[in-house]
């Protein structure tokens, strides 16, 4: 698996996290090429128009947006696609107890991340993926 | 018994000094220790009033008062509650006197001169009936007393329980929650047998009314299948307790708590059954529970909102004190940490704000359990 095959996406209705978290991802060098995304509605159509078997998928996804939120996506996702190369990490400003209990309920979720995103993740991550 | 009967009062009256004498000398022999003599017949009836014996013995042949006559007016100062037996002393030869004496009361007679053991004899004898008639009045009048007593017993008794009774009449007349009486044999129901005033406010039933209704009939717009499993509660346990929407179509629902117990009345189980009308109660209780949940949503949206762009600077700041911190001078790097250490402590205050949910959330289970 080479890093090239990962396509990482962030998901955010607010265009400051998605400037956080795309510098963030690129400076760990996790990804030099993220797409950012500000509404549970586009994340969806990205992936209804990229979604390939033999790619793999990274995304960080928050869960309060309007509209369109982050649990919704997971609903999407998980009744579309093989959640096996779709990987995601909920990053959200929630500390509700709820909520962290909740996304252990989706296959697909691979952590659970109370906002802010730190480089430790990021660098935690990268060492659990490759 | 024999030593009760020779402690008994003994009175000789004879004129003859030296028969008293001889008299006294055998009952001595024969141990009895109580005996009095009198040798002046004319104080007589004096001297028994004032003595009471348990036997007087009384020579028949004696100047100005004869034992006849002593006889004959003894009734005159006898009262009931002392008996005494009389043995006269006669002589011989006089059967005659014997016969009067005996018909005139006398309980026996001795005869000069006198044969020891006859006089001992029949001195016993007669003490022995006296004691035995004195103890058997002893018993009658102390089972009359128990009699009285116990009589005077059972009508205090009877007065508390119709005290009693109309205290508890009293209670079921004045209680706000209905309460209705029936029996049940084998899983049915009777009708009614009472009903209190309540009845009326709380189902719409006078208690007159409620005399050809039962318990089902009270629930038939209700779900029959939770009904019935009530009422095998009922059975099994001897009390259930449930809530159920009461509705008499012209009125409003009401939501009724209805608590049963099964008790044993007149060798049937009988059911006390109390309803209460907890519509005001439940409409109170879903008012605060709504107001939890406000509160919930506003402590949870409020640390939600503020904890979004608190979290932004706080990962900006990590970023800039960890990756850009080389290129930062000394007094920069100072101003640094201390907005980094407050913004950790509001994030701190979000945080507790957000724990507080959960005890408004302990509290809902809690009214939701309790109620």
Request: proline share 3%; glycine share 2%; hydrophobic share 35%.
């Amino acid at each position: 698996m080479t890093e090239k095959q990962i396509h990482t996406v962030v998901v955010d209705d607010d265009k400051h996290y998605l400037f956080l978290h795309e510098f963030l991802i690129k400076k760990s060098n996790l990804c030099q090429d993220p797409v950012s995304l500000i509404s549970g509605e586009l994340a969806k159509d990205y992936l209804k128009k990229n979604y390939q078997t033999d790619q793999q998928f990274l995304i960080f996804l928050d869960i309060y947006m309007p509209n369109l939120d982050g649990w919704a996506v997971l609903d999407f996702i998980e009744s579309s696609f093989k959640t096996l190369n779709i990987k995601v990490i909920l990053v959200s400003s929630s500390v509700n107890k709820d909520d962290k209990a909740k996304s252990k309920e989706y296959a697909s979720v691979i952590d659970y991340v109370e906002k802010p995103l730190l480089m430790s993740h990021l660098k935690d991550l990268q060492k659990q993926l490759f | 018994m024999h030593r009760e009967i020779k402690k008994s009062k003994i009175l000789i009256i004879d004129d003859n000094t030296t028969n008293l004498d001889l008299m006294v000398e055998i009952l001595k022999q024969e141990e009895y220790d109580n005996i009095q003599t009198l040798s002046d017949p004319e104080k007589a009836f004096e001297t028994i009033n004032k003595v009471e014996p348990d036997l007087l013995i009384l020579d028949l042949m004696m100047p100005f008062i004869s034992g006849f006559e002593i006889l004959k007016e003894r009734n005159t100062f006898l009262n009931e509650k002392w008996y005494m037996p009389i043995i006269v002393i006669t002589a011989s030869n006089n059967p005659t006197d014997r016969k009067r004496a005996l018909n005139l009361g006398a309980s026996d007679f001795l005869t000069k001169p006198f044969d020891l053991n006859e006089v001992s004899l029949r001195i016993k004898n007669t003490l022995l009936t006296g004691y035995l008639l004195k103890r058997e009045r002893q018993l009658t009048e102390n089972l009359e007393q128990e009699v009285i007593k116990r009589t005077k017993e059972l009508e205090e008794e009877k007065l508390i329980a119709e005290k009693n009774e109309r205290k508890y009449r009293k209670l079921f007349d004045s209680n706000v929650d209905a309460i209705n009486l029936f029996t049940i044999s084998n899983g049915v129901p009777s009708n009614f047998l009472e009903s209190n005033p309540a009845n009326l406010k709380v189902l719409g039933y006078t208690p007159d009314q409620l005399k050809s209704k039962n318990f089902v009939d009270l629930f038939l717009n209700c779900s029959k299948e939770s009904f019935e499993e009530k009422l095998t509660e009922l059975s099994e346990k001897g009390t259930t307790q449930f809530e159920i929407d009461f509705n008499r179509g012209e009125e409003g629902g009401k939501i009724l708590d209805v608590k049963c117990s099964i008790f044993e009345h007149d060798n049937e189980e009988a059911v006390l059954s109390i309803f209460r009308d907890i519509t005001e109660r439940k409409k109170y209780i879903n008012t605060i529970l709504e107001q939890i949940k406000l509160l919930k949503s506003i402590a949870w949206t409020q640390s939600h909102e503020v904890r979004a762009p608190l979290a932004r600077i706080l990962g900006i700041l990590n970023l800039i004190d960890g990756e850009l911190n080389k290129s930062l001078d000394e007094e920069i790097r100072q101003f640094l940490k201390i907005i980094k250490r407050s913004a950790e402590e509001l994030d701190e205050m979000v945080r507790n704000i957000t724990d507080q949910t959960y005890t408004y959330r302990d509290l809902e289970d809690l009214i939701n359990k309790n109620d």
